[in-house]
């Protein structure tokens, strides 16, 4: 599939950025309530990517999202949908944990999807970009020459930068760690929302999502934790036989594993996020 990339133009107002929705019903209706309760509007709520995966409820997620009308680019779960692709192509290593569970989340997912929910998924962007008061933002979900990359906030500088330059951006909003964060790089931002399918290995069932402020001229980033009815979630995983690991990590917030992780964010597993104590300063980026 040649990369198609899309450029809205300047928006205004705050934007809702979420990524990894991974076929959590439950999840995306309690953040599109969130949307509705801010004021913000659907061309401005963006997904990065993953939009179907290891939960239950896939063609009801997708009919959800695009009756909402916000906007996504293309995870590489969709883009092995959209190619009919045997596997979820998440770069797991073979014969891991992971790559064992998407044995079984993958062919459940596929075997959901209307033909014509994968019709709408190859209408999905590699990439979106906006400008965003004096900045050009992107969004990538692995990284720009590599759709499946795991990025963390621990990876080198060097890599984040590569996207940014190819991209031409000032910002990238970014998917497929399944964990948020944000790296300052030379007054330039990697910034990733996390994702609201997963808990984020930090031992609650909350879920992660961000909100963009344009504030005169300045990006103001803020995480935010979504709360939502996991019960019903996980519940469902398990009526329809998916993985019971990943049924628990939606009670428990802790990673069956953590195969694909760094050293440095192992160490954080049963940690809660608070993302209240960064400084102010490093909630924004100036002109």
Not at 33 to 62: A, F, R
Not at 107 to 117: D, I, V
Request: hydrophobic share 35%.
């Amino acid at each position: 599939m040649d990369k198609k990339v899309i450029h809205l133009g300047e928006r205004k107002g705050k934007i809702l950025v979420f990524g990894g929705v991974y076929s959590n019903l439950q999840a995306l209706q309690a953040l599109k309530y969130v949307s509705e309760e801010e004021g913000i509007v659907p061309e401005n709520c963006i997904c990065t990517g993953d939009i179907i995966g290891y939960c239950s409820q896939p063609e009801e997620t997708v009919k959800l999202f695009r009756d909402w009308n916000a906007l996504s680019i293309l995870g590489n779960v969709e883009l092995q949908l959209v190619e009919g692709a045997e596997d979820c192509g998440c770069d797991f290593t073979q014969g891991s944990r992971c790559d064992n569970f998407s044995k079984l989340w993958y062919p459940y997912a596929q075997s959901k999807l209307s033909a014509n929910s994968i019709e709408w998924m190859g209408t999905l962007p590699h990439h979106i970009s906006f400008t965003y008061g004096t900045k050009k933002v992107s969004l990538v979900h692995g990284s720009y020459t590599n759709i499946s990359e795991f990025i963390f906030e621990s990876t080198s500088e060097k890599i984040k930068e590569e996207s940014l330059k190819n991209l031409n951006s000032d910002v990238i909003l970014a998917g497929h760690c399944g964990l948020p964060f944000h790296s300052i790089i030379k007054e330039k931002l990697w910034l990733n929302p996390g994702v609201i399918g997963m808990p984020a290995n930090d031992g609650t069932s909350r879920v992660w999502y961000m909100i963009l402020e344009n504030i005169e001229g300045n990006i103001k980033y803020t995480h935010r934790y979504l709360n939502y009815n996991y019960e019903k979630a996980s519940s469902l995983m398990e009526e329809n036989n998916l993985p019971i690991e990943y049924t628990k990590t939606l009670v428990s917030g802790i990673w069956d594993n953590m195969e694909i992780l760094p050293e440095i964010e192992k160490k954080l597993q049963g940690i809660p996020y608070d993302f209240e104590t960064f400084i102010k300063e490093h909630q924004t980026i100036k002109k």
